[in-house]
């Protein structure tokens, strides 16, 4: 069984950077995928960032350049580096991972970006 736990959410200022982690307790030394999906008010669930288990990343169009996925295999915690924050960026934030048949979610972390 795995559990992840997300941490690091806050608010800033417009401009300002955040690193999220999702610490995980249980087996995960091999996983089909890990990724941050964020959820803000009135809108659907969308995914942020993804890392596969080859290493290649995928980043939506709207954080790409400014937002970096990554992990610590001996930590066992992956991060999400947020840099030049906007209000837009203003949502929920919630860690996943994929390990075989098995979908696992943290419970989330706010994060607000002030204007």
């Known amino acids: 069984q795995v559990q992840l736990v997300e941490s690091g959410g806050a608010l800033v200022q417009a401009g300002g950077s955040l690193r999220l982690s999702c610490a995980a307790s249980g087996s995960i030394s091999i996983f089909n995928a890990m990724g941050w999906y964020r959820q803000a008010p009135g809108k659907q669930r969308e995914l942020v960032a993804s890392m596969f288990s080859g290493g290649s990343t995928n980043y939506a169009d709207s954080v790409k350049g400014r937002f970096t996925i990554s992990r610590d295999n001996a930590k066992k915690t992956v991060y999400l580096q947020m840099n030049s924050l906007r209000p837009e960026d203003t949502a929920v934030y919630y860690c996943?991972?994929?390990?075989?048949?098995?979908?696992?979610w943290g419970q989330g972390t706010q994060v607000t970006v002030s204007s």
């Open positions: 996943n991972m994929v390990i075989g048949a098995r979908t696992y």
